[in-house]
């Protein structure tokens, strides 16, 4: 297995570093917490007076999935590079 891994090292280090560049991307684009507020004048369609609905956020899901695979990543990579 460890072999394996070894082999492969170069391709997960390459997905490694385009999950980093697109978790960094979701989080930056992400809207703040403070940004809820601008519903109740007419600012966005997202945001409502009575709040968006968070737990369908499309983005909140694909951070959570993309920092699942990076601490998987992160792991196999560890394992890899031991002697």
Known sequence: MIEFLKAIAPILQILFVLICLGLIALVLIQMSRHAGLGGAFGAGATATVFGREEE???KRTATT????????L??????????
Not at 65 to 72: C, D, K, P, R
Not at 74 to 83: E, Q
């Open 56 to 58: 369908a956020d499309p």
């Open 65 to 72: 999935w993309l920092a699942v695979l990076y601490m998987a």
């Open 74 to 83: 992160a792991l196999l990579l560890f394992i890899a590079s031991r002697p």
